[in-house]
């Protein structure tokens, strides 16, 4: 597969950042997840979809990640 945007196309940064600040600073919001926390829960969720889980496995897996890791049900 190769890209060709049309000429006109926008630009698109090769590095784009999230900055949380302004939330932590203006709501107090925190993050529920540490780093390490939330890569395992990504690697498991992959780890899964490599292994053939189905969508509704997945979303019930992505649920009950977020229940255990926020108190709150999805």
Do not use: F, K, N
């Not at 919001?29 to 992959?46: E, F, H, I, N, S």
């Amino acid at each position: 597969w190769r890209a060709d945007p049309p000429a006109d196309a926008p630009h698109e940064a090769t590095l784009l950042t999230l900055d949380s600040s302004r939330a932590i600073d203006r709501l107090g919001w925190r993050p529920a997840l540490d780093l390490d926390q939330a890569l395992a829960l990504t690697v498991d969720w992959y780890r899964r979809w490599s292994d053939g889980a189905g969508a509704a496995d997945l979303r019930d897996l992505m649920a009950a990640q977020i229940a255990a890791s926020t108190g709150v049900a999805v």
